[in-house]
């Protein structure tokens, strides 16, 4: 069982940045797949970008260009790089983490609050 824990969120203007965290417990961190979501009032949660046990990523079409996605294994953290933000990428972002074998993410952080303002 994998346990998240994210951080960083906060408020930021417009054409700003932020770096989230996702810290994970257990040692097999390295063996699963990190995705970041995200959830705005009123819509429904979406996926924002993922990243492989081989690195390999993918990203929603909204972000792409202004997200990173990352992770270490060896400090069992994942990261989410966001620049350029817009007032719509403001929503509560969570990470999760799923393995390989797995078509849906059993393990979710509490998640942060991401507020940019224009």
């Known amino acids: 069982q994998v346990q998240l824990v994210e951080s960083g969120g906060g408020l930021v203007q417009a054409g700003g940045s932020l770096r989230l965290s996702c810290a994970a417990s257990?040692?097999?961190?390295?063996?699963?797949?990190l995705g970041w979501f995200r959830q705005a009032p009123g819509k429904q949660r979406e996926v924002v970008a993922q990243i492989t046990t081989r690195g390999t990523t993918n990203y929603a079409d909204s972000v792409k260009g202004r997200f990173t996605i990352s992770r270490d294994n060896a400090k069992n953290t994942g990261y989410l790089q966001m620049n350029s933000l817009k007032p719509e990428d403001t929503a509560v972002y969570y990470c999760?983490?799923?393995?390989?074998?797995?078509?849906?993410?059993?393990?979710w952080g509490q998640g942060t609050q991401v507020t940019v303002s224009s």
């Open positions: 257990g040692r097999t961190f390295n063996s699963h797949t």
């Open positions: 999760a983490a799923k393995e390989v074998f797995m078509t849906s993410y059993p393990y």
